[in-house]
Every structure is written in structure tokens, then in C-alpha cells.
């Protein structure tokens, strides 16, 4: 979903790493240390302002239930 919305309005979609801990309020004008290890995914939509942080695990979680299904 994340990469076909992208380049559909890729100037109003930030995607930004979360390391150490995920950030509610996060500000993508903002560097994202990169010391530590990625916990997931913030995207957030700069026309609307909202943002949802998507943890490490539910990826892994989804990814291992597609490869699953597809069997």
C-alpha cells in the first residue's frame, strides 16, 4: 500500500525509521538518530497531519502470515 500511494502523492507522504522507541508526536523536520535498532515505521500524511507508527513486529507478523498463506 505504503509504496503505490507514494508515487501517487509521493510530496505529501513521509516515511520515516523509528529506533529505540516509537514516536507518537513525531516531527519529520526532526533527525531520527540512527544509533539503536529499528522498531518500526512512522508514515505520515502532511496534508491531514495525522501519522500512524507501525511496530517491527506487526510487519514481521504480517510478512510471516502472507509467506504462510501462500503455501
Same mark, same amino acid.
Given at each position: /500500500? /505504503? *509504496?503505490?500511494?507514494?508515487?501517487? +502523492?509521493?510530496?505529501?507522504? &513521509? &516515511?520515516?525509521?523509528? =529506533?529505540?522507541?516509537?514516536?507518537?508526536?513525531?516531527? *519529520?523536520? =526532526?533527525?531520527? *538518530?540512527?544509533?539503536?535498532?529499528?522498531?518500526?515505521?512512522? &508514515?505520515?500524511?502532511?496534508?491531514?497531519?495525522?501519522? &500512524?507508527? /507501525? *511496530?517491527?513486529?506487526?510487519?514481521?507478523?504480517? /510478512? =510471516? +502470515? =502472507?509467506?504462510?498463506?501462500?503455501?
Amino acid at each position: /500500500i /505504503i *509504496p503505490a500511494y507514494r508515487n501517487y +502523492r509521493s510530496n505529501t507522504v &513521509v &516515511v520515516v525509521k523509528c =529506533r529505540g522507541v516509537l514516536l507518537a508526536n513525531l516531527d *519529520p523536520c =526532526r533527525e531520527v *538518530p540512527e544509533d539503536g535498532t529499528m522498531t518500526g515505521l512512522t &508514515v505520515m500524511d502532511r496534508e491531514t497531519g495525522k501519522s &500512524v507508527s /507501525i *511496530p517491527l513486529s506487526t510487519m514481521e507478523a504480517d /510478512i =510471516r +502470515r =502472507r509467506c504462510n498463506d501462500s503455501d
